[in-house]
Nanobody
Framework: QVQLVESGGGLVQAGGSLRLSCAAS????????TGWYRQVPGKQREMVAT???????NYADSVKGRFTIARDNAKFPVYLQMNSLKPDDTAVYYC??????????????WGQGTQVNVSS
């Protein structure tokens, strides 16, 4: 059974930095996409940053230039370095992995989330 476990969340002042980590167990395949999403109460979960199996990076406009996604090898762990944090970055951050089965059919995996609070 696939399990994704995030760590590194916490409380930081605006302008500060945090580094999130995502470890995985039970993964016997190479994910097609891994990355980070975030969610605040009452809003939809939104993509923060993703990295494909070929190394292609994708960032939300709101975090470009401040956040960096990285991984140690082709799978896990996956990291999210967050610099110049703003109060608007406060959210629960989720690790994510997608495995494409065939065409548009895929399996998505999520961690339990880690809380990030940025104070002003």
């Amino acid at each position: 059974q696939v399990q994704l476990v995030e760590s590194g969340g916490g409380l930081v002042q605006a302008g500060g930095s945090l580094r999130l980590s995502c470890a995985a167990s039970g993964i016997t395949f190479r994910p097609d996409t891994t990355g980070w999403y975030r969610q605040v109460p009452g809003k939809q979960r939104e993509m923060v940053a993703t990295i494909s199996s070929t190394g292609r990076l994708n960032y939300a406009d709101s975090v470009k230039g401040r956040f960096t996604i990285a991984r140690d090898n082709a799978k896990f762990p996956v990291y999210l370095q967050m610099n110049s944090l703003k109060p608007d970055d406060t959210a629960v951050y989720y690790c994510y992995a997608r495995r494409v089965i065939m065409g548009s059919i895929s399996s998505d995996y999520w961690g339990q989330g880690t809380q990030v609070n940025v104070s002003s």
